[in-house]
């Protein structure tokens, strides 16, 4: 996953600097969900220019910005993989800090809502990263999902670094983790990206192989990306949303 986290998002960066600004939204969203279904969410936190909001597993922060775009609300970006920070803070210069999620360097309760999309599948210990989300989300505050989960016991492909849930498997990590499901969906309940969105995305795309398909380290990635997106089109892994609040102990 290194090749796919580390190196991948800094060549994008220089992709986007060649291409135009406009291009780093889109660029930068890879495997967080269309951006409706980031409005679900975003509008199911209650996020307003008031709002503390961090993402955990951040990536290359498209999904904040554009979170901070529509709402106004602050936001901190985190993630484990150095060259996706780098990217962040170059594409769009949000306060961005490298840790994992099983263990967050934050003070119980400093943020209004944490969101964490496409991320929980790559976690070494699942249960421990929604633990850490419960923790530093303020008691009333609520917390965003995307996962992807199996929807067979068996996948006929793994991809590297992931380990996808059950949805049954999923629930029972959410509630061990002292959370209540409050709100869901599907990806698949909204509708694709728009026109110029997939556009832009296929520019960036277009460059980084022009540019590094003799590479291992783009060979690698893009083998990663054909598994996931042949087990998606198969229905055999699903893009499932949870807004998860706090249960009182």
Wanted: net charge negative.
């Amino acid at each position: 996953m290194k090749d796919e986290f580390d190196t991948i998002p800094l060549w994008t960066v220089r992709a986007v600097e060649d291409l135009g600004p406009e291009y780093a939204v889109p660029a930068a969203c890879r495997g967080s969900g269309s951006p409706q279904a980031q409005a679900w969410l975003a509008e199911r936190l209650g996020l307003t220019e008031r709002s503390l909001l961090i993402d955990v597993g951040a990536g290359m922060g498209g999904a904040a910005e554009l979170a901070a775009h529509r709402s106004g609300a602050e936001v901190v970006l985190v993630e484990p993989m150095l060259g996706a920070c780098r990217a962040a803070r170059q594409l769009f210069d949000r306060p961005t800090v490298a840790a994992a999620g099983e263990a967050l360097p934050f003070a119980d309760g400093a943020f209004d809502a944490a969101w964490s999309l496409g991320v929980l599948c790559t976690s070494t210990d699942q249960f421990a990263m929604l633990r850490e989300l419960r923790r530093i989300v303020r008691p009333s505050g609520a917390i965003g999902l995307l996962v992807y989960i199996k929807t067979v016991d068996q996948l006929p492909r793994q991809p590297e670094g992931n380990d996808f849930p059950t949805r049954q498997g999923l629930e029972r990590l959410v509630s061990g983790a002292g959370m209540r499901i409050v709100d869901r969906a599907e990806l698949t309940d909204f509708d694709s990206p728009p026109d110029w969105w997939q556009r832009r995305v296929a520019a960036v795309d277009d460059l980084l192989r022009d540019r590094h398909h003799h590479d291992p380290r783009w060979q690698n990635a893009a083998n990663q990306e054909a598994i996931i997106t042949e087990l998606l089109d198969d229905e055999l892994v699903v893009g499932t949303m949870m807004i998860l609040a706090p249960v009182n102990e």
